[in-house]
């Protein structure tokens, strides 16, 4: 009974698990019969969807990249200033194929519209550059992509006005290609660079009148370092002046400057070689030349006023020895180069005394005006007693005594006056030279000349103020004042300060000159 009991208490475990593994199958097998008529149909749903969306679907995955890279390929081409073209590669084609594709694209309308605009702006480049073609066919482009209507209207009106003128400046270009083409660049009205000029005030990017005044100073140029080349300076100094009023940023002007530049220290250097040799007249033509180009050149001009003034002293040297014939030449040469010359006037005073005292030996004592010599030599000693050596004007002891020595140059009275004059003048001259006070020292030398026109100490004295001169000036400079300096070079130059010593202050006011360019 036991054992029976024990043998179905086995087997039970067994059926139960049959039992229950039997029963899972089923239900799984239920459950998969149930998942496999939903998974039919979901995929009849699929099928059906697929095959009434697949144009939609097809546009989706196939037309977005495509319109991307039409929209892409019509940025670059618009970036290139390629608006249009037959082949389809500009930006206006581009873009109206990805419109095509996509009626909604805002990203083709937007790129239409930036078209439209640079199809503007190079109508207006090309209307400024005098292309009137090109201008009108962008400006139709423009129209074709609905630009506003004012600034078509207005740029049309512009077009209109620029092609009425238009037939007049082809004319002008004509005229000023001719005149090119004959050389005749710039010597009146109707030569090649005033007529170049006339196209460029009114069309100032035409190409042609762009070009042809580029050839013109080219050629202008060109003449003007033949010209330095042959020693012409002033005619270099025109067409150079010319050049740099059409274009003073032309290529070749840097150029010709440095050679004309060169031309004038080569004329500077041999005029001063025959000042140094005493050749006046080759000197005069160098110093000249330099000038005429040069107005106001500061070197040229200290060697023109060293030039008059040893003509001067050669006309008081003259003078004195009573050859007025041929010191009369020689002041008329002293005032042809130099008319402001200082000296001129004390070597007209030493001919003038010369004339008189020539007179006076001629003349028999008895005849002379003892009593007006008497007179003139009291205001003498009055003025003397004043210590009115040189001032004021006409009641001075100096004044007296000139006149006196007109009157009798070789009355022992006289030359006593003369001898007791002389030290206070040259003591006046190194007083005032002492004080830096220039001008006045200046006066003083003069009188000393007037009354010992050969003394020996006169040309050192001279060549004492002309550098005293010479150092004011450079301060003056160092604190802006050109004016002064170069006055100053002149009056050095003037005063026989020798070329060399001038040069450093002639530099300095060379390059002042350039900074203020």
């Not at 043998?7 to 998969?32: F, S, T």
């Not at 370092?225 to 012409?232: N, P, T, V, W």
């Not at 002379?368 to 009641?395: H, M, N």
């Not at 070329?499 to 390059?511: G, I």
Request: charged share 25%; with cysteine; hydrophobic share 45%.
């Amino acid at each position: 009974m036991s054992r029976h009991s024990d043998r179905e208490d086995a087997v039970h475990p067994a059926l139960r698990r049959v039992r229950r593994e039997g029963r899972w199958w089923w239900l799984q097998a239920r459950h998969a019969r149930r998942v496999w008529r939903w998974a039919l149909l979901v995929a009849v749903l699929l099928f059906v969807a697929l095959v009434l969306l697949r144009r939609p679907l097809a546009n989706w995955f196939w037309n977005e990249p495509q319109i991307e890279q039409l929209l892409d390929q019509g940025d670059r081409a618009l970036a290139a200033g390629r608006l249009s073209a037959a082949d389809g590669s500009g930006a206006r084609e581009w873009y109206q194929a990805a419109l095509a594709l996509d009626g909604d694209r805002s990203q083709a309308r937007t790129g239409l519209a930036r078209t439209a605009q640079a199809a503007l702006q190079q109508a207006r480049d090309a209307l400024d550059a005098g292309d009137l073609d090109a201008a009108r066919h962008a400006l139709a482009l423009a129209r074709d992509l609905q630009v506003p209507q004012r600034d078509a209207d207005q740029l049309a009106q512009q077009l209109r006005q620029r092609g009425s003128a238009h037939a007049g400046i082809a004319v002008l270009l004509g005229r000023a290609e001719a005149a090119l083409q004959a050389q005749r660049l710039d010597d009146g009205p109707d030569s090649a660079l005033p007529l170049f000029q006339q196209v460029l005030a009114v069309a100032p990017n035409q190409l042609r009148a762009l070009e042809g005044r580029e050839d013109a100073l080219s050629d202008l140029l060109l003449q003007a370092r033949s010209a330095c080349a042959s020693g012409d300076l002033a005619m270099a100094a025109t067409l150079l002046g010319s050049a740099r009023r059409y274009d003073p940023g032309h290529v070749d002007l840097p150029q010709t400057e440095a050679q004309f530049n060169a031309a004038l220290e080569q004329a500077l250097g041999r005029a001063d070689r025959d000042l140094a040799r005493g050749r006046v007249d080759a000197a005069w033509a160098g110093y000249r030349a330099v000038a005429s180009a040069v107005p106001g050149h500061p070197r040229a001009q200290a060697g023109l006023r060293e030039l008059a003034d040893r003509q001067a002293r050669h006309a008081t040297r003259l003078a004195g020895d009573f050859r007025f014939a041929q010191a009369s030449q020689a002041l008329d040469k002293a005032t042809a180069i130099d008319p402001q010359a200082p000296s001129l006037a004390a070597a007209r005073t030493a001919i003038e005394q010369a004339r008189h005292a020539q007179q006076a030996l001629r003349v028999p004592p008895s005849t002379r005006s003892k009593g007006e010599l008497r007179v003139l030599l009291a205001r003498f000693e009055q003025a003397q007693a004043r210590g009115d050596w040189l001032l004021p004007p006409g009641r001075s002891a100096f004044d007296a005594l000139r006149a006196a020595q007109a009157l009798a140059p070789s009355d022992p009275a006289v030359l006593a006056a003369a001898r007791q004059l002389l030290p206070v003048l040259v003591t006046c001259f190194d007083d005032e030279l002492r004080r830096n006070r220039v001008r006045a020292a200046g006066d003083c030398l003069q009188a000393w000349q007037a009354l010992a026109a050969r003394d020996n100490e006169l040309g050192e004295a001279r060549r004492r103020l002309g550098r005293r001169w010479l150092a004011i000036g450079s301060e003056r400079l160092g604190a802006g004042d050109a004016r002064y300096a170069r006055e100053a070079l002149q009056q050095a130059g003037a005063l026989g300060v020798p070329a060399s010593e001038l040069e450093p202050l002639q530099a300095r006011l060379r390059d002042a000159a350039t900074l203020e360019r």
